[in-house]
Nanobody, 121 residues
Framework: QVQLVESGGGLAQAGGSLRLSCVASGRLFSFSFDRMGWFRQGPGNQRELVATITIPGVTTYADSVKGRFTISRDGGKNTVTLHMDSLKPEDTDVYYC?????????????WGQGTQVTVSS
């Protein structure tokens, strides 16, 4: 069993910064996730990609956060961090950590429990 434990988030003012961290624990043995990242979801909305990072360090960002958010990863420890700067009220959402493990042609997806980010104007 693998768990993704998120920390960080909370309340920030517009223009401020927050940091989200996610640590994988459980039966990890010696493998590293092929990709880790963050998604977000608001009430009544679909879960959307915020940023992802692969083992070689290739990053992907949603257009709405490019230049403001930075994702980083310690692949050896299966941890991922999202630095959020220049926050906007529209960044308010529940943020979920995600991890992907590919093996034997199968894709295993793991999700954290979610952490609330609220940005006040």
């Amino acid at each position: 069993q693998v768990q993704l434990v998120e920390s960080g988030g909370g309340l920030a003012q517009a223009g401020g910064s927050l940091r989200l961290s996610c640590v994988a624990s459980g039966r990890l043995f010696s493998f590293s996730f092929d990709r880790m990242g963050w998604f977000r979801q608001g009430p009544g909305n679909q879960r959307e990609l915020v940023a992802t990072i692969t083992i070689p360090g290739v990053t992907t960002y949603a257009d709405s956060v490019k230049g403001r958010f930075t994702i980083s990863r310690d692949g050896g420890k299966n941890t991922v961090t999202l630095h959020m700067d220049s926050l906007k009220p529209e960044d308010t959402d529940v943020y979920y950590c995600h991890a992907l493990l590919r093996h034997g042609g199968a894709n295993d997806h793991y999700w954290g429990q979610g952490t609330q980010v609220t940005v006040s104007s």
